[in-house]
Each structure stands twice: as C-alpha cells, then as structure tokens.
C-alpha cells in the first residue's frame, strides 16, 4: 500500500511541474516544423555563376530544385521517392547535378548524375552490394569525376576516373595496399594516400605522379589525432596536413613533398583546425576554421579579409562561405544561429554587398527559441570538460527536468548553433546538457587519449560529472533527469542505465550498441582499415570488451529505457538492440523498443523522424514531467514498435 501511495504521489508531483511548466513555457514548437522537411536547404551555386541549386521538398522527400540567380524560375529537376537527396553538387559544365543516394539506410552510395535540361539521371556507379566515395573534381577537367569503388573487393576501395560524358569508368588507382583513403593534385592526379597502421597509427604515402611509386612520407602514432590530408598546394610540390606530431593539438602544416620540410600554417594550443578554405579555381590557402566555443576563422590570404570583415556584419551567427563560382564573384554563405533557422545569403565580393536568400526553416521565426551556452566544468580527476547547457525559456533556471543529450561517435563533438533535437527538448520544458567527455575531437590529443579504454568507465563518469555540476548549480532537478542519444551516444544511455542504475529516470537509446564485442566483428567489410583505431580506443580484448558491455549488465536496469533502432543500420547491426531488449524481457525490465524497416544508422525519411520524436516525446513526458504535442496520425512511417 505504502509504495502505491509513493508512486501517486510521484505520478501528482510529475503532473504539478509539467502544468507549471506548460503554464509559462513558450508556444508549442510541432514537430513538424523541428523535424520535417526544410523549406529549402543547402544552396549551391553553379561554376558559371548563373544559377542556384538548391534542396527542397518534392513528393515529401528533398529533392534538388534551380533557379536561375536574381529570378524566380525555381523548378524541381531531381526525382528521388523514397530518401530524399541529401548530398549533392554542380558538375563543373553547369548542366549537370551530381548526387549520392543509399538504399534505405545501408550507406552503398551511388553516384548519380541529373540532366538540367532533360532531368534524366543515370547512376554512374551501377554496381550491386557496393560503396561509391567521391574523391575529387577539378575545374580544369569537366567532364571527370574521381570516385572510390570497392567492387573488385568489398574490403577495399579502388579509384576510378568516370568520364561525366560517356558514363565510362576506368580504374587509375588499384588498392594493392588496403589505403584507407585517397587525395587528389590540382591537375586530378592521385598522389597522396593515407593509411592505419596496426598499432592504430597513421602513415601517409606521397608520389611524384601516377608512374611514380608510393612512398612513405609521414608516419603518426596512435596517440595523435586522427589528422588528415587537407589538399595540395597550387603548384603540386607541397602538402597540407592536419597533424598534432609535436603538438597537443591538430594543426594546419605544409609539407614540402621532395624534402618532408614542414611549416606551420595555423594552430591553437586548445583547439584542433577542422577546416581549410581555398580559392576555387587557383587552390591557393586562404582561411583556416577553428572551432572553440564556437566557430572562428583565421585568415591566411589578405586578399579576403575584407570580405570576411564584411560578413561578420551581415547578422549574428556563424558564418561559412559555403559555394563560390569560378570566376569567384559570387559567394553563398551559410550563417548558423543558436536560436533560429539557417540563413543563407548571396554575397557580391566586387561591391561587398550581402543580400538574403532564404533561410531553411523559416516557420521557426515565429516562436520563441532558447540559447545555447558554452559552459565548463572541473570533472573528478580535474580535467576540464567543456559542453552546451541550452534551458527552457520563460521559466525560472532552477530545478529543472534534465535530458543529458549524448554525442555520437565518440570521435566528434557537440557544436554552438540551431539544434532541431535540444531545440525540442528545451521547448518541452527540459534543460537540455551535452557534453564533450573525454574522448571527443576537437580538444586536441591529450582530450582524446584520455579516452583510451575508457567507454563505460571514465568517459562516462565525465557524463556523470555533468549532470551532478548542474545539479550543484541548482539548473537540474536531480530526481528528473534522462540520458538520450544515439549510436555512442546510445551506448552511452545503456551503459548509463545498467552501469549505473540509480543514475538517470530514464534513457532514450538511439542505435547504440549493446555488446562491443559483436559491434567489432560486424562493422562493414571497407571498415577494416580502421579496426585497429576501434581496438586502440576501444579495447582489444573479449573479457575486457565485455566488461564495458551493457548487455551483460542489462539486468541490473531499473529505469525505462525506449530503444530506437534502424533495420538496415551497416554501423550498429540491428542485433544491437535486438540483444538488450531481448535480455531486459527475459528479466522483466521496463523497455520500450521501435524498429524502422527502411532506415540505417539514424533516420532519414521525415515520417520515420516524426514517429520516433513523437514516441520519445511522449515517453520523456510520462518520466520527466514535460509536455508533449500528441502525437496525430503520422502517414507514411515505417516504425514497427516490437
């Protein structure tokens, strides 16, 4: 009887903050203005200048759409049904869209090619159970393309150069030596190549043409940063790299090719360089991206520090110079906010003169968004631990329902700017909290080496430590506070739950893995380059591997746990969540499971993220008190809750 009269008054308390909340909260943002389609996203505009192409809804699905610049001739010229396209570019004739597409989440991109006049498209890579990387295009060649193909071996992936006119494909570069990854000169030439060595180092080849041999040019330990080759200078004979050898973090150096002499371009002492922008015809440097609290940029070339000067004015926000056109006149620039939609503008850089285009969600201006705050904190062994703390708005900034929102990978990082998903919750009622623990990039190598072996251990005890730093600030209700994410992020909730169960109220697993062992031996054949990196990280052994496992801990689980997963996922297997939620029901655990029959790793259909918002909506709202939108009829989805 006693605990009866606990649970009603727990359920009472839950109803008395959400009406509170629901009281003072801003208007309801719907889902469908979160979650989707943009309006239109994503503009480019076309090597000669003359035209925009941009993403929008077309049967429900993004498509590509152009428009002649300065009019209003906007037409569909893309049919993609069932995805949507989401990554796509002009071919240098201006005539031309090219664009990838998977099937059904299982990331065995095609090469598509779409005639403007016409809108026939023709898959230019029409190979069965196979992955297509595109590799490079250069001005000076229009009718080329370099793509990545492993049909001769799924393991590996070959280069090939398709001629754009006649569909041809002929293959220049033969991985004998399982590369992980290839670059390009700016005459289209493969000379550089980058490859895991099996400590979970790096080595990086270099060759003087295509009849040279490769050779060894720089190797790294495996406690660098996972750095990169970031293109060749103007005339061939030096290299960029992104490399933390010498340093803590990654810097932006040339390389001379011939004599392996080395200077540094750019660099922070906290910050890695995750960008570089270059002229689009003549490939000189030109800015270097940092991002700290948020994004910056370090200028190389005088030439555009007018124009950068200029931009910074235009709005409040993060800037990027997101497509330029040969005759480099005519920029479009992306600015990214905290608190409303993408606006994309048109910049003239003769009369430094910026005009709005569009911005990719425009019925998000009419409600009232929350700011995202770069916050820090000390964890247990005194590392600094830096993230976002986002708080609903229109309520006071104490004892709040809490939604620890994790990061996937966990080799990335949470950024400053317009998230859909804290957005949603913030709006709901919920300080929304994510977090760079140790072992995300960006913070340079010691941030991530100490993160080396950690999963489930002192990587989650950062997530610990956030959560009890906004509990001491007063922002969390310490009995109100969920973990959610996805992939890392969802093992993250699993391991939250089961690790330690007296923690969290409930969790939100988005295709996170359960058992590291059967993550390991499923990853796709192509991964195997980067096994080694897993291993280095992650751990290398089945008794170690299995203690950092949630499954073999899934009894231990007291909180709800909804489980999300996709049925085609090539990352996380769909045996993942299959395990956990088969071991929690043997053990009559509180879970909730939805399974989507045509998504991958995370989901891409907009009906599929409406019904999985909607569930997670809903389920949050029963355990942490927020409000919720009901959830409607949502046509078109494929979950199947199991």
Known sequence: MKRHLR??????????????????????????????????????????????????????????????????????????????????????????ILYLQDEGGNENWHVYQTDLATKETRDLTPFEKVQARIIAVDPKFPDAILVAINNRDPKVHDINRIDLKTGKTEMIVENKDGMESFAADNNLRVRAAKNVLPDGGTEVFVRDDEQSAWRSFQKWGPDEVSGSIAGFSPDGK?????????????????????????????EDKQYDVSGAMSHPTRRHLEAVRLVRARSEWVVIDKAIKADF????????????????????????????????????????RPSKKAALLFSNRPALEKYTLARMRPVSFQARDGMTIHGYLTLPVGVPEKNLPMVLNVHGGPWGRDTWGLDPEVQWLANRGYAVFQVNFRGSTGYG????????????????????????????????????????GGSYGGYATLVGLAFTPEEFAAGVDIVGPSNL?????????HWGPIKARFTKRMGDTEEFLNSRSPLFKAGQITRPLLVAQGANDPRVNIKESDQIVEAMRKANKPVEYVVFADEGHGFARPANRLFFYARAEEFLAKYLGGRSEPAGEIKGHSGEIK
């Open 238 to 266: 030096k290299l960029w790299l992104i490399s933390s050898v010498d340093a803590n973090t990654g810097r932006l150096v040339e390389a001379d090719i011939s004599t392996g002499k080395q200077t540094v371009v750019a």
């Open 309 to 348: 000067d200029a931009l910074r004015k235009v709005r409040d926000g993060d800037f990027s110079v997101t497509s330029r056109d040969d005759a480099d006149k005519t920029w479009l620039v992306a600015y990214a906010m905290d608190n409303g939609p993408i606006y994309y503008y048109t910049y003239d």
């Open 445 to 484: 190598k010691a941030h991530l080496n100490a993160g080396n072996r950690q999963w489930g251990a002192k990587m989650h005890d950062d997530l610990l430590d956030a959560k009890n730093w906004a509990i001491k600030q007063g922002y969390a209700d310490p009995k109100r506070v969920a973990i959610y």
């Open 7 to 96: 649970l009603a008054a727990g359920l009472a308390c839950l109803l008395l903050f959400a009406a509170q909340a629901s009281a003072e909260l801003p208007a309801l943002i719907p889902r469908d203005v979160l979650f989707g389609n943009p309006e239109k996203a994503g503009p480019q505009i076309s090597p000669d200048g003359k035209m925009i192409a941009y993403l929008a809804p077309e049967g429900g699905v993004l498509n590509v759409w152009v428009r002649t610049l300065g009019q209003t001739d906007d037409r569909v010229v893309t049919s993609d049904k069932k995805r949507g396209v989401r990554i796509y570019f002009w071919q240098q004739d201006s005539r031309h």
């Open 517 to 525: 062992n059967t993550l390991l031996k499923s990853i796709p054949p």
